[in-house]
């Protein structure tokens, strides 16, 4: 059988402790869980009337990912309002994901009493991209703003 549920957690490390404080034991999560996936719904920047914003460069981007880096260009824009969007400056909205493959370190780290530290540290160790390296992501592409991010998603340890 193959079920999908939801889990009100920050980030998709969360929700192992959360099903655990729910009553579920270890074991069986171990036994069951293949994956989680985290999601974030952010606005996006209207295109007909963005600007561009000198002020987000790869370096400032760097500073709420790291220590993961932005490679590539960064094209930020800020939002300024018109019509189309109703002088919001945004229009329409995004996710923003986070995958969690459970790996056999993972399900380790699962039966030694877990801690979320620990936990997410193995996520990120097995190849989990964070939310919010995932927003940093959308900034530099030019689709959302900082401040959007910031506001989504969890901080990163």
Sequence with gaps: HLVFSTLHTNDAPSAITRLMELGVPSYLINAVMLGVLAQRLVRTLCPHCRQPDASVT???LAEFVKPWQITGSVRAYRPVGCVDCRMTGYLGRMGLYELLSVSEEFKTQINKEPNLGALRRQAVADGM???????AL???EGVTTIEEVLSATPPLE
């Design 129 to 135: 991209r964070p939310l919010r390296l995932a927003g």
């Design 138 to 140: 959308r900034v530099a």
């Design 58 to 60: 790869r370096e400032r």
